[in-house]
T-cell receptor
């Protein structure tokens, strides 16, 4: 069974631009969560989606948004990019919420110049 | 979330020795705990998990111990190998959510 896939793997943007990251969960998984990883703040929770509904949102500004599609694929968007948004963005999927192991993708490395 | 700074706590062990990585979790309501391993340039990889109704769980070469009284979690790796070199994170979550709260990572270095 294929793992969680994330595209693109690397991305370079400039301040003020916006970016969309994509995540395809493991086949059969309906829950998708997003995390931001930086050296200074570690791994921080962004969003949690299940059946196209956002169930939880982390403590991030409104510039960070996401959505989930009927096939469980998910996207996250960051508008008006800031230098501090440079990070590894990780997506994780699980079959059901709260009961199953979450498996992570390789991440998208975003660099904001 | 917890901070993982540039200067991660580091555990250096000799190949073949046992490793113990510790973690203090924050929420007494958490009922599910996971250890992840992250190698450079990769996403976190699941190692082992434990639910709050257990205090010990064993996998292949790994054991997780949970002490709810002091909110402490540990990962024991037997016969540590060079391939075990990575950053290890504990994570906690609670019923009916997939929101993981990650602890401070520990860098494990295995030398020959």
């Amino acid at each position: 069974k294929a793992g969680v896939t994330q595209t693109p793997r690397y991305l370079i943007k400039t301040r003020g631009q916006q970016v969309t990251l994509s995540c395809s969960p493991i086949s059969g998984h309906r829950s998708v969560s997003w995390y931001q990883q930086t050296p200074g703040q570690g791994l921080q929770f962004l969003f949690e989606y299940f059946s196209e509904t956002q169930r939880n949102k982390g403590n991030f500004p409104g510039r960070f948004s996401g959505r989930q599609f009927s096939n469980s694929r998910s996207e996250m968007n960051v508008s008006t990019l800031e230098l501090g948004d440079s990070a590894l963005y990780l997506c994780a999927s699980s079959q059901l919420v709260g009961t199953d192991t979450q498996y992570f993708g390789p991440g998208t490395r975003l660099t904001v110049l | 979330g917890e901070s993982v700074g540039l200067h991660l706590p580091t555990l250096s062990v000799q190949e073949g020795d046992n490793s113990i990585i510790n973690c203090a979790y924050s929420n007494s309501a958490s009922d599910y705990f996971i250890w992840y391993k992250q190698e450079s340039g990769k996403g976190p990889q699941f190692i082992i998990d434990i639910r709050s109704n257990m205090d010990k769980r064993q996998g292949q070469r790994v054991t997780v111990l949970l002490n709810k009284t002091v909110k402490h979690l540990s990962l024991q790796i037997a016969a540590t190998q060079p391939g075990d070199s990575a950053v290890y994170f504990c994570a906690e979550t609670y019923h009916n959510t997939d929101k993981l709260i990650f602890g401070t990572g520990t860098r494990l270095q295995v030398f020959p």
